[in-house]
């Protein structure tokens, strides 16, 4: 059974920084990619970040590019989302997808990941 677990979640003020994990189990997926997915109180899911298998190719939504950096470590099937300098409006239950075929290119589209985590809440006070 494949399992995507989140951590790392939490309450923090705005100019801090909070790095989310998600650990892999079942399968691996070195090959595929994983990304990060959030959703808002009263908001549809939105992206945020994807990350190829080699880490070579990464996307962000505009929203938290040059904020959020997203990394990966095959060898712990792990995937992060370091967040810097969050603002209140990244307040959000935040969930690792990650997609069951290896194809390229890089995809923004919920429907295109198989696997998703229970999800982690971030809250960001200001």
């Known amino acids: 059974q494949v399992q995507l677990v989140e951590s790392g979640g939490g309450l923090v003020q705005t100019g801090d920084s909070l790095r989310l994990s998600c650990a892999a189990s079942?399968?691996?997926?070195?090959?595929?990619?994983m990304g990060w997915f959030r959703q808002a109180p009263g908001k549809m899911r939105e992206f945020v970040a994807t990350?190829?298998?080699?880490?070579?190719?990464?996307k962000y939504a505009d929203s938290v590019k040059g904020r959020f950096t997203i990394s990966r470590d095959n060898t712990k099937n792990t995937v992060y989302l370091q967040m810097s300098s969050p603002k209140p409006e990244d307040t959000a239950v935040y969930y690792c997808?990650?997609?069951?075929?290896?194809?390229?290119?890089?995809?923004?589209?919920?429907?295109?990941?198989?696997?998703w985590g229970q999800g982690t809440q971030v809250t960001v006070a200001s």
């Open positions: 079942g399968r691996t997926f070195s090959n595929n990619y």
């Open positions: 997808v990650a997609r069951a075929a290896i194809t390229a290119p890089p995809t923004t589209t919920s429907r295109e990941y198989s696997y």
């Open positions: 990350i190829s298998g080699n880490s070579g190719i990464t």
